[in-house]
Every structure is written in structure tokens, then in C-alpha cells.
């Protein structure tokens, strides 16, 4: 993978940078914006790190997470150049209203407006966490434990712990080289799979009792009312969605998350070539090809049944192999 | 890892060769004795692959899984070289009462006793898999497609697809080589993970209910009597006992199985330092430091009771970081 020219002389210029990245922020998004801010502040650099909700519980192991601020600091959009990670509008970032004086965009997500100054995006990395890596190893910087920690996380969340179609013979040779930079993957595996409360799971299994399959279409449903029941919380719902594609014969997973009365948060996983982006796009809502999600104003069942009607060709889509 | 000379010479001398693995296997057994034997034909050899049980359905997809044979030929042990994958004495592979002229030992379990004129043991090998990639290249031998999804498969088993303790920076990179040999990452991980059938699914959910969380231990079952609910059978309860891992404070998962009136199989899975072998061996079961299971003649409540006795330190073992 090579890192544009003009994006490491631009970085080597500049003394200061406003590091943004996408709204409820997962492991790609927060690990690969910490080991690009400690790479630039090891050379120097001062970074402020920016995100418009708080850092999950869920990333709290990741070294640095606390520099993470939820609130602009006045005047810095003027003053400092933006660098947009693991996304490539300012509206994703949840800063659609500002303007900065200089834009660099470092995503793996296909790009859906013409943003940015320097742009570099590179749809079949498996992870922003990929392209980090090559930036900090261009940048000469020495791959310290924090960083690989991020950076391991950032890969291993978007490929599923190398269980998803983006995962590579690349994608193995760079954690190998994390590993020995001293990323440990028990550890971050542990740390991001094996860290559920007993409420979360009590939620889940409340989950799971709710499935109904439909035309290979598995929904299961979360409402407020079980958050009681269980004392967890919304928050506690994040991969619910895929649980339910271990089944052979589900092409989508639709998950279904109570927002308040009559109004749902949906979420699809989908197997091989059925793009649940597509459907998401169609109430607003976003995603990639296997995963997406969009909110709905709806009973419930009216709700699963528009699903339905979108998906016809669930039921006959091939799997990739 | 070194291949040892005198395994090589062996190998390189001999013609014929019965391929022998663990009683219950799985795609570590399956798949290295398949790449093994592959390649050893490939070289102009013949070998007869033996298991006492059939090959479980969810290893189907292994490229070569129908040469495995349940009946052995008579006169073959008097005739053709042992070799012994992925386990280490003769009892493990269901072949207790049968004598060879000559044993070779290939494993990354600990061995249990002095048996095998060749031993090559590497328990810091995180599958057998690893070693027969090595093996494979010492022999000089092209690594097929159907080689690398077998070994990949085998890797990526018993690393949990690169979550547990035993993934390294090395198993990172020879599976890098598997991928460019030809394993595809999310092919085999929805091999692996993704063909549950329906029943399966719902004997889980089933299963979930039965959740008990009694000193850091979770415990959960299977009667007879919900296989015939849900149409699933014992087979389809591979998996199950890791499920309820994912819970932080969970140290050990304990599953039981029901077998016959009052007599059930135990499978324990434990983090970081909790050696449930040590707990299984007491009932003259066997497995791995964090991975065991027994037979017990109980009722359902006293089993629990036992075991819950047994593993003390469950609720003040640190967990490895």
C-alpha cells in the first residue's frame, strides 16, 4: 500500500492537527485516529483529538482513549488543518457546520462526496488501522506497544477478527508485525469480545428468545421495557445484529432496537453479495455493503414487514465463496 | 520451527504410511492429517487415513475428508508406519489394543506418556497445523489449494480464529502464506461458524435459558429431551460451553451434556491462568490447560455441585494480560 506523497510532506510541514472521525465511534475509528495522533506527537506534533460522543465503554482499553475531547476547543477550526479518519464527510464526523482551513481525509470507505483537500482512500484496506500502519512506518516513527494496541484493535474489529471477506494475506503480515511490536491478541480479543456484563447477556438471551425467520431473513428485537428487566442498557445491544448469521440458511440479520414509542433503530448484517447498504440507504440511513443500519418511525411489525418487501431477493442471493 | 532431521529421512524412506488422529476430531485433526497426507502423496506415497469416528459434518467442507476411513484394513498395522496427529498415545486415537512396527509422533499437546519412536512434540505451537506447514515446506513440496484450506482450517480452529493465547506473531504469517497458497479467510471462517442449521440455532438459544452464574462460573445444559424439541443432536452442541465466556466476570464456563439418565459429559473452558485439565483429569477426562472435559455418573444437580467444589479459585484467579 503506498501513502500519497503529498499527504507525508503535508504532514512533515505542519506543526499542529484537529483529528476527527465518525460518529459512535467503534475500534477502527478510535484506534486508528490514538496511533496517528501518537506517531505525530512523537515527531512533535500537537493533536487535538476529536469526537462528537464520548469514547464506548467498549474502546476504554485502548492506550489514550482519554485524550479523546467531546467538545471543539473555540477557535480551532480556523487555526489547526483537519484529518478526517475512517470517514470522509464532515456530516459522518458529526461536524457539518464547520469549515476548516485545510482537509485531509485517510479513509477505507468508498467516498460519497468530493471532500478534501488531500484524499486517501483506500476501499479494499480492511481497515483505516491498515492504512495508519503504512503512514506511521513511511513517517519513520517507531511502532511503540500503544500504538500496535490500537492499531491490532482497529484491524481486528473491521475484519471481524479476520473472519470477514476484506481480510487478506496483507492484512496478517501487518498484525504480525503489530504482534511483535507488542500488541498481544488474546488480549485485545478478550478486550473486545469477552468483556459483556451478565446484564448484557441476560439482554441477549431476551434477544434471541424474540427470533423469527422469515424468507432467510433472521430479526430479533430489543425494547426498552427488557433494558429494565435486565438493568442494561441500548449501548449493550453493539453486535447484536450478528448473532444470527451463524445460521447456514440466514442472508440478513435485522436487529431491531426500540428508540421510544412507534420509532425503531435497524440494524442488518448480510452474507455475500445482498448489499443491506442499499436498503438502509433508502431511509436515510448508512453503512457498507455486509452491514448497515437506519432508523424507522413504525410499529414493530409494520416495520419488519417493510424490511421484507425490501429484501426479495434474500431468499435466492448465492453466497461468495 | 525445526523440523527434525530424522523425521524428514524417515518420511523420505518409507512408501506407505497409516495416518492416524484423536477419537472426536476437529479441524486441527481433520485438517492436518488431510494437508499431511496430501502432500506425502503428492511425493509418489501412499497413505491410508484412519479415524475411529466418522468426520463430523461441520468438517465437510475440508477438501479430502472422504478419504478418511472408519474401518481398518486388516493386516495394516503389522505392515505400514504409524503416524499420529495431533494427539500422542494410542488411546487417544481409539487404537489402544493395536501394535506398529514403527510410531511417529506429531503434536502440539503435551504428551501423557513415553510412546513413538519419533516424537516431534512442540506444545508452543498453536496447532498442529503449524507444524505440518513446516513439515510441508521441508519436504519440498508445492502447497496446494486444498493443502492450504486444510492447514489454514486447522489454524484457525484452534486458535479461535486468532483469539486465544496460543496466537503469535508466527501463526500470523504462515497463515498469510496459507492465504496466498490459496485459503480464502472468510470462506473458511463461514465454514467454521456460519452453517448452523435452524435446530442448532434454537437448541442454543434453549441452552441460554438454562444459564446459571454460580462463583464466577457460568453453567449451562442439555437434556436429551431438547434435542427432540428442537430436532438438533449431541453434535450440534460443539461450540456451546465457549458461548457464555464472553461474560467479563465469567472465569470458567462449564456445559453439560446429558448422555443417559444421571450420566452426563462435562466441557469446561477457562481464561487465563484456571487449568480446567487439571479438574477434568480427576474424572479421567483430558483437554488443554484452558479447554477439558469428563464423563460423570451423576444426577444433573450434583455434577454442578462437584464441580463448582472443585474450582475454589474460580472467583480470585487473575486472568493473563
Redesign the interface.
Known amino acids: 500500500m503506498k501513502v500519497p506523497p503529498k499527504l507525508l510532506s503535508f504532514l512533515k510541514g505542519e506543526d499542529k492537527f484537529f483529528i476527527a472521525t465518525h460518529i459512535s465511534p467503534e475500534a477502527d475509528a478510535i484506534g486508528s485516529s490514538l496511533a496517528f495522533s501518537m506517531a505525530l506527537e512523537s515527531l512533535g506534533k500537537v493533536t487535538v483529538l476529536y469526537n462528537r460522543d464520548p469514547v464506548a465503554k467498549f474502546c476504554h482499553f485502548l492506550p489514550g482513549h482519554e485524550k479523546f475531547k467531546n467538545v471543539i476547543p473555540s477557535r480551532i477550526t480556523s487555526e489547526l488543518p483537519l484529518i478526517l479518519l475512517d470517514c470522509n464527510t464532515l456530516k459522518r464526523a458529526g461536524i457539518g457546520d464547520l469549515r476548516f482551513k485545510y482537509s485531509i481525509i485517510i479513509d477505507h470507505h468508498e467516498t460519497e462526496e468530493d471532500f478534501g483537500d488531500i484524499k486517501w482512500i483506500v476501499p479494499e484496506a480492511a481497515a483505516t488501522g491498515v492504512m495508519v500502519f503504512y503512514l506511521i512506518k513511511e513517517l519513520d516513527v517507531n511502532m511503540t506497544k500503544e500504538m500496535a494496541i490500537n492499531l491490532y484493535s482497529a484491524i481486528a474489529i473491521d475484519t471481524?477478527?479476520?473472519?470477514?471477506?476484506n481480510?487478506?494475506?496483507?492484512t496478517?503480515?501487518v498484525?504480525?508485525?503489530l504482534?511483535?511490536a507488542g500488541a498481544?491478541?488474546?488480549?485485545v480479543?478478550?478486550n473486545l469480545?469477552?468483556?459483556?456484563?451478565?446484564e448484557?447477556?441476560a439482554l441477549?438471551?431476551m434477544a434471541?428468545?424474540t427470533?423469527e425467520?422469515k424468507d432467510n431473513v433472521a430479526i430479533t428485537f430489543v425494547t426498552r421495557n427488557m433494558y429494565k428487566k435486565t438493568g442494561a442498557s441500548p449501548e449493550d445491544t453493539e453486535n447484536f445484529p450478528a448473532f444470527?448469521?451463524?445460521?447456514?440458511?440466514v442472508r440478513v440479520s435485522a436487529f431491531f432496537r426500540e428508540l421510544a414509542d412507534n420509532y425503531w433503530k435497524v440494524s442488518l448484517r448480510s452474507?455475500g453479495d445482498i448489499n443491506v447498504a442499499l436498503i438502509a440507504s433508502q431511509y436515510d440511513g448508512g453503512g457498507h455493503k455486509n452491514a448497515a443500519g437506519y432508523e424507522i418511525k413504525s410499529d414493530l411489525e409494520s416495520a419488519k414487514g417493510a424490511l421484507l418487501k425490501a429484501l426479495p431477493f434474500a431468499s435466492h442471493s448465492p453466497?461468495?465463496?
Open positions: 471481524g477478527t479476520f473472519r470477514y471477506g481480510t487478506t494475506a496483507e496478517f503480515r498484525t504480525a508485525e504482534i511483535e498481544n491478541p488474546a488480549y480479543a478478550n469480545y469477552e468483556t459483556w456484563s451478565k448484557r447477556f441477549l438471551i434471541l428468545n427470533l425467520i444470527t448469521r451463524i445460521m447456514k440458511d452474507k453466497i461468495e465463496k
